[in-house]
């Protein structure tokens, strides 16, 4: 039987609970619910945190660009959150493996195959590939996206049946109802010109997204024929709570 392919995509906010630490029941929470799902599901991530993960443990000196110490923070914990993801996926018979991207390597047909070559045969020998931006040559990340972008591209490059989203709200809320203080989902949408109209341009306190890039993200993946869905990564089994439709979130279909 073909297992389907979901991409999900973490990002800062959902991997530390909204705090400045990397939370390791958070990655425990996800290894569990893709441990439940594995004999249907096989599992790409591509998950923020780098930066996140690296001010747990140090403070830079600096003189020069933000830009330049962001990239510096990342650099440093990239390998502590490989290491997180591993110890907690390790305890529960999950394997991972690393793959660092950049925006450019999209643009090159080579580049291209090469990546769909190498995380096909580690997802075919049952490797979770867990992906970042190569933040220490590329910026776009840092300054823009929050990986929502990079998750997409990959998504569509890997044909993956699924994109899910982990964000820190219950979906895509309808502008009105923010305004009212009484947010409600929308829970299905296929015209995301309409979509756009309900959201606002904030942004997450650790994230660089806001809702604006998942919007962008989804766009990319409806036109790769990949539905997207935009969950409360916060919540416990947030993964299996939207595939038996137990939760309130925001499905962007073709």
Known sequence: MNKKRILLKIGSNTLTKETNHISRGKIEDIGRQIASLKEDYEFIIVSSGAIAAAKQFVK?????????VKQALASIGQPHLMRIFQENFRELGLFTSQCLLSYSDFEKKESQIN??????VLVSNNFIPIINENDTVSTDEIKFGDNDKLAALTAGLLQADLLIIATNTDGIYTKDSISNKKPETIQ?????????KEISNEKSSHGTGGM??????ATIAQKANIETWIVNGLKENFILDAIN???NFTKVIQ
């Open 60 to 68: 830079l000196e600096h003189n020069g660009e933000e830009i330049n």
């Open 212 to 217: 604006q890039s998942k919007i962008e993200a």
């Open 245 to 247: 439709n137990k939760s």
């Open 115 to 120: 990546i769909k070559n190498t995380i096909n």
């Open 188 to 196: 299905s949408v296929n015209n995301l010109s309409n979509l756009v």
